[in-house]
């Protein structure tokens, strides 16, 4: 098992920004690739980003290419969502997650957190 423990969301007014971490203990993910993902209410679960742990090449998805950024301390072993410009529609349950292959943290991660919840009020 690889926990991933998730931090940072709460209650931000729209066009404001948040910061979450994805904070591993135990394993190590130097072997990894890690993502995000988020689900709204009443909506299914969608990826965001995905970062390769050893060079740190990033991938987004087009509704947050721009206005989020991932990232990761290797050191920390922790993955960053950065996320600016927040609107309303960005509210939902996220989730970090890692895998060893970075198509597969992109559709069927094997590892995830317990979810953030990012509220952006209008």
């Known amino acids: 098992q690889v926990p991933l423990v998730e931090s940072g969301g709460g209650l931000v007014q729209a066009g404001g920004s948040l910061r979450l971490s994805c904070a591993a203990s135990g394993r190590t993910f130097s072997n990894h690739a890690m993502g995000w993902f988020r689900q709204a209410l009443g909506k299914e679960r969608e990826w965001l980003a995905a970062?390769?742990?050893?060079?740190?090449?990033?991938f987004y998805a087009d509704s947050v290419k721009g206005r989020f950024t991932i990232s990761r301390d290797k050191d920390m072993n922790t993955v960053f969502l950065s996320m600016n410009t927040l609107k309303p529609e960005d509210t939902a349950i996220y989730y970090c997650a890692a895998d060893t292959s970075l198509s597969a943290v992109t559709r069927s991660p094997a590892y995830w957190g317990q979810g953030t919840q990012v509220t952006v009020s209008s």
């Open positions: 970062i390769t742990w050893r060079n740190g090449v990033t």
